[in-house]
């Protein structure tokens, strides 16, 4: 990981020692929710150029920072139009998600049955993210998926979490209501912004 710098990388990082300093993970990502939010509207923070370059195939995850000592990762996301994930979790990993440019659909799905390696879930109404907007994943209330549903613009958004996740388990409709858990290696983006 390169160590970038970007405009308002310096508030970025205050904010990371000031949530992270708490010792209660819901108190941490509220500090994270509302520090970006605010990050966001104020335009303290102008991401690395690179991220706003979609990647063909999929969405575009490129690491912006890892903090050496905590282990927390910022993960900035270019979603292309329509691009979007399957149903995940975060491997038991806390989360803050924010929206930086254009609109993400964001899918709840709360878990109702688990047997034979098959899990059936209870989908909530998506809800729309624009930007400056931001919300939270806490485990173990950490089912969903994200998609661009713009057909014409990208989107951007910027993600904290616990810790680097390079694996997560995803879940594949079956039919009937019920579906098929697998895992997913998380790969990075290369974060080419010289």
């Known amino acids: 990981m390169n160590d970038l710098d970007f405009t308002g990388k310096d508030k970025l990082l ?3 020692r000031d949530a ?5 993970s819901d108190e941490t990502v ?7 939010i605010r990050l966001i509207n104020e335009k303290a923070l102008f991401l690395p150029e690179c991220v706003f370059e979609p990647v063909e195939g999929h969405y575009a995850r490129r690491e912006i920072y890892k903090c050496p000592d905590s282990g927390v990762s910022v993960v900035a996301m270019t979603w292309a139009p329509g691009q979007g994930t399957p149903i995940h979790d975060h491997c038991g ?29 209870l989908r909530h109404e998506p809800m729309m993210g624009g930007v400056g ?10 089912y969903h998926t994200i998609r661009n549903p713009d057909p014409k613009r990208i989107a951007i958004s910027l993600h904290i979490y616990k810790d680097s996740m390079g694996e997560c388990a995803i879940y594949e409709p079956l039919g009937d209501g019920w579906y098929a858990k697998g895992s997913k290696q ?9």
């Open 186 to 194: 998380l790969c990075l983006d290369p974060v080419d912004c010289d």
């Open 20 to 24: 992270c300093g708490r010792t209660d």
């Open 93 to 121: 990993l806390w989360g803050v998600e924010g929206v930086w440019q254009g609109e993400i659909e964001i899918t709840q799905y709360e878990l109702l049955e688990q047997k034979d390696g098959k899990v059936r879930f």
């Open 14 to 16: 205050a904010l990371l």
């Open 30 to 36: 509220r500090v994270l929710r509302d520090g970006m």
């Open 133 to 142: 907007s931001s919300g939270c994943i806490i485990p173990p209330h950490e």
